[in-house]
């Protein structure tokens, strides 16, 4: 089966620029997710939707980041306006269901703000 | 909320045996899992316990102890391949956020 698809896969943009990322799912999984993962620390949940439904957004910081997954399939993760600290790797993930037996995830996008 | 401790890293030699745990606090639990990551690669699932005790996928292991909030990963039969980060990832029992730890750098020397 195809796997978590993302792009772009690199992304340079300057502070104050927008930017956005996408995902497609494996087909038929309700549950994505997107994560911010800094160098050396551990993937941070920014967003859970189950179906098109927002699960957790409580890390999300919604004055600069905006996320939606409409139809519930694929899904757009937008940064406006980008700041120097948002240089990351955006991670999708997604699982069958909630329940997370195994969340499966894309290969990222590694963002760098100048 | 939620927060997982582990050991920042460890080092062990090839055909080792090595242990990696993991202490978690959350307000609901629902099970616990392992990631491993390559550098510059995607984290990848290795295994989940919802209930109580080991289970065994091949030279990985996986152990929970939900009265203790505590989990480990036991890697046998250590391999140069085995060096990446690997964490331990908490689901909890409301929505099923899947929250992540820190991570555990594993090397593996000759």
């Known amino acids: 089966e195809a796997g978590v698809a993302q792009s772009p896969r690199y992304k340079i943009i300057e502070k104050r620029q927008s930017v956005a990322f996408w995902c497609n799912p494996i087909s038929g999984h309700a549950t994505l997710y997107w994560y911010q993962q800094i160098l050396g620390q551990g993937p941070k949940l920014l967003i859970q939707f189950q179906n098109n439904g927002v699960v957790d957004d409580s890390q999300l910081p919604k004055d600069r980041f905006s996320a939606e997954r409409l139809k519930g399939v694929d899904s757009t993760l937008k940064i406006q306006p980008a700041k120097l600290e948002d240089s990351a790797v955006y991670l999708c993930?997604?699982?069958?269901?909630?329940?997370?037996?195994?969340?499966?995830f894309g290969q990222g996008t590694r963002l760098t703000v100048v | 909320g939620q927060s997982l401790e582990q050991p920042s890293e460890v080092t062990a030699v090839e055909g080792a045996i090595v242990q990696i745990n993991c202490t978690y606090q959350t307000s609901g639990f629902y099970g616990l899992s392992w990631y491993q990551q390559h550098d510059g690669g995607a984290p990848t699932f290795l295994s989940y316990n919802a209930l109580d005790g080991l289970e065994e996928t091949g030279r990985f292991s996986s152990f929970l102890s939900r009265s203790d909030s505590y989990g480990y990963l036991l890697l046998q039969e250590l391999q140069m391949k085995d060096s990446a980060s690997y964490f331990c990832a908490v689901t909890d029992n409301q929505g099923g956020k899947l929250i992540f730890g820190q991570g555990t750098e594993l090397s593996v020397k000759p």
């Open positions: 993930a997604s699982s069958l269901n909630n329940q997370n037996t195994e969340a499966f």
